[in-house]
């Protein structure tokens, strides 16, 4: 079922990559705009980093149910009222990226911090799934 995972991951991220967001900007038309988001895999632990510079923490939403991790929120339009843009290329408004997780991991002991315009999300691996060192005994 993972393969399966993986596949739909890898598509949905092909209709959110440059290409379509720069010349047909198809995610934000349809969905708002999807910040970047990268995932990776520790011994203890499965990490995800999310670009949203200009963000403030309150207006960010993490959840987590049935190994997949929602990260959704809402970036304000600060533009003074009663004044014209000549350019815009922020995205503004809401977004949200879901994903699958590539293992199980321990929700109590999930952790986010968000610093510099970088959502760090760590979540632990549950014991029973991380690498465990077996020793050779000689006899």
């Known amino acids: 079922m993972d393969r399966f995972t ?23 038309l349809f969905n708002g705009w999807a910040p970047a988001l990268d995932l990776y895999q520790t011994n203890d632990d499965v990490v995800a980093m999310v670009e949203l510079p200009g963000m403030r ?8 149910h049935d190994g997949m991790l929602t990260i959704s929120g809402e970036r304000k339009d600060e533009t003074p009222e009663g004044d014209k843009t000549a350019r815009t290329e922020r995205f ?10 590539p293992t199980r991991v321990d929700v109590n002991k999930v952790n986010a911090t968000y610093k510099d315009g ?6 632990p691996k549950a014991e029973e799934v991380k690498p465990k060192q077996i020793q050779v005994n000689v006899s």
């Open 118 to 123: 970088m959502l760090t999300v760590t979540l």
């Open 92 to 101: 503004v408004g809401k977004f949200r990226r879901s994903i699958s997780l």
């Open 6 to 28: 993986n596949l739909r991951d890898e598509i949905n991220s092909l209709f959110e990559g440059p290409f379509w967001s720069n010349t047909m900007r198809t995610p934000q």
């Open 57 to 64: 923490k309150e207006d960010i939403d993490i959840s987590l």
